[in-house]
């Protein structure tokens, strides 16, 4: 998601919010059918992409998500 590329997850409970299409587990034809809507246009792509790469930077990066590990491990940290 960092660099930008599009892709087609599983429809399973940690992709449920993010910004990609979402293909259901063990069908074949839905899942070929996402990645050729894909490769249809090159547009879809580039802005699937961009929306992945914003939605991972603000929802995923370690600085973001360090108060949730801090409060899983019982610490706190001074790493700024």
Known sequence: ???GIPV???NLEPYHHCPVPLARPDDAEDWTGRIRDLLESRETRLEQGLALREWVLKNHMTRNRRPDWEKA???KSDAD
């Open 1 to 3: 998601g960092i660099l």
């Open 8 to 10: 087609v997850a599983t």
């Open 73 to 75: 491990l019982g610490i």
